[in-house]
C-alpha cells in the first residue's frame, strides 16, 4: 500500500521550456502532497505544500510563477517549472500523506536537465 | 526553528556489522521522527517512524532509539547486508501532518 507514482522520471529538454511533473497517489487519496528539490548529495529542500482544491503554500525563496502547482484531485498534483534554464536542472520528487497524523510517502523522483 | 543535525556524513561497515546513525533536533516541540532509505536515483523509502510517546521502536534488523531530554534519535541497524547499502536521512516534525526538517544525510557504504 501508499503507493506514490511520479511521472516522467527523466526529462532532458531545451531551455526555454516548460515541464510538467506528475505526482500520483495509486491506491489511496492524498488530501495533502509535498513538492520536494534535491541537489546532488544533498539533503531534500522543501518547496510547497499542495492541498486538494487550494492554492499551494511555497516556501521562502520560492517563485511560485516560475513552480506553478495545481492539485486538483485527491490522487494527483502537478508540478509545471515555466520557462526552464540550465539553472532549474535539478531532481524533483514528491511525496502524499496516507491520512491524518501519517507519515509521508514518496514519488521515485523526475530528474530534470536543461540544457 | 526547528534544526536537525546529523551524523555521520559517512560510515562504512563491514557486512554482518551493525551501524548506528545520530540525529539531534533543536526544537522541543518536535514529535515525530522518521528514518528514510534513499537508493541513488530513487525517491526516500519511508524505513521506521517513532513519536515522542515512545522510547524504541523496532523492525526486524531495524530500531530507533528516541532520548526527549537530549534530543537526540538515532537508528540502529544489524547484520548489516550489501543491500543496506544507501543514504539515509533523519527527519522531525512537530506531528506527520507536518513539515519535515530534515538531516544531511549519511551515507551507508557496506563492505563485503
Known amino acids: 500500500g501508499a503507493v506514490v507514482s511520479q511521472h516522467p522520471s527523466r526529462v532532458i529538454c531545451k531551455s526555454g521550456t516548460s515541464v510538467k511533473i506528475e505526482c500520483r497517489s495509486l491506491?489511496?487519496?492524498?488530501?495533502?502532497m509535498f513538492w520536494y528539490r534535491q541537489f546532488p548529495k544533498q539533503s531534500l529542500m522543501l518547496m510547497a505544500t499542495?492541498?486538494?482544491?487550494?492554492?499551494?503554500?511555497?516556501e521562502q525563496g520560492v517563485e511560485k510563477d516560475k513552480f506553478l502547482i495545481n492539485h486538483a484531485s485527491l490522487t494527483l498534483s502537478t508540478l509545471t517549472v515555466t520557462s526552464a534554464h540550465p539553472e532549474d536542472s535539478s531532481f524533483y520528487i514528491c511525496?502524499?500523506?496516507?491520512?491524518?497524523?501519517?507519515?509521508?510517502?514518496f514519488g521515485d523522483g523526475t530528474r530534470l536537465s536543461i540544457l | 526553528g526547528e534544526n536537525v543535525e546529523q551524523h555521520p556524513s559517512t560510515l562504512s561497515v563491514q557486512e554482518g556489522d551493525s551501524a548506528v546513525i545520530k540525529c539531534t533536533y533543536s526544537?522541543?516541540?518536535?514529535?515525530?521522527f522518521p528514518w528514510y532509505k534513499q537508493e541513488l536515483g530513487k525517491g526516500p523509502q519511508l524505513i521506521i517512524d517513532?513519536?515522542?510517546n515512545v522510547g524504541e521502536k523496532k523492525d526486524q534488523r531495524i530500531a530507533v532509539t528516541l532520548n526527549k531530554t537530549a534530543k537526540h534519535f538515532s537508528l540502529h541497524i544489524t547484520e548489516t547486508q550489501p543491500e543496506d547499502s544507501a543514504v539515509y536521512f533523519c527527519?522531525?516534525?512537530?506531528?506527520?501532518?507536518?513539515?519535515?526538517?530534515w538531516g544531511a544525510g549519511t551515507k551507508l557504504i557496506i563492505k563485503p
Open positions: 499542495s492541498n486538494e482544491g487550494s492554492k499551494a503554500t511555497y
Open positions: 517513532i513519536r515522542s
Open positions: 511525496s502524499a500523506l496516507t491520512g491524518d497524523n501519517q507519515p509521508q510517502h
Open positions: 526544537d522541543s516541540a518536535s514529535n515525530y
Open positions: 527527519a522531525a516534525s512537530k506531528g506527520s501532518n507536518y513539515q519535515l526538517i
Open positions: 491506491d489511496f487519496q492524498a488530501t495533502t
